[in-house]
């Protein structure tokens, strides 16, 4: 028995070394029930559709990652979470993160119960996260994007048509 619980404890020793352990940025982001101020509706948008431009980390030192570059990522955001991008910080174990910007196009569509056309432009299309965090070993992290929209649909049934106010955003993070 003492055999078997030694190799048991080498086996978790072994785990824990290894150099496959993951340590990842995952980015969330998720239509809320929230209202943001000034909203006039009576309604939440069934989708809000964005695209991803890039996602850069900027350390204490003041140096920048990209953590997403490359074509636009399509993002069709609906009230359920869903993982947008994910960085790989295996390699930042004790790397202090100053900040996470996160850049979308400005444009945004959005889908009302009548309509799925509608547009919004962001007035500020960066999204900056700017808590310090330092990166552990084998400790995800989630960055969730809160798209406070509730209540920035207007329908008129007699028309049928649907007008859509921006949202605002809010966000946190937190360990996997």
């Known amino acids: 028995m003492a055999l078997g619980y030694a190799l048991l ?27 943001p101020d000034g909203a006039i509706g009576t309604q939440d948008p069934i989708f809000q559709l964005y695209k991803l431009v890039s996602v850069v980390l900027t350390k204490s030192d003041g140096t920048t990652v990209a953590g997403y570059e490359g074509d636009p990522l399509d993002l069709r955001i609906i009230s359920r979470p869903q993982i947008i991008t994910t960085y790989d910080m295996a390699k930042d174990s004790g790397v ?7 850049t979308f196009d400005p444009t945004v ?54 007008s859509v106010q921006a949202p605002t955003f809010s966000l946190t993070l937190t360990p996997n």
Do not use: H
Not at 9 to 31: E, F, P, Q
Not at 96 to 102: I, N, P
């Open 9 to 35: 404890l080498s086996g978790c020793a072994d785990a824990l070394n290894a150099t496959n352990v993951t340590t990842k940025l995952n980015i969330a982001m998720v239509g809320n029930a929230s209202v």
């Open 96 to 102: 202090v993160y100053s900040s996470v910007a996160m």
């Open 109 to 162: 569509t959005a889908a009302g119960r009548y309509q799925d056309d509608l547009s919004i432009t962001l007035e500020n299309p960066v999204l900056t996260y700017s808590e310090p965090f330092t990166v552990a070993k084998a400790q995800d992290r989630r960055l969730d994007i809160y798209v406070n929209w509730q209540n920035t649909v207007t329908e008129s049934e007699v028309e049928q048509t649907n």
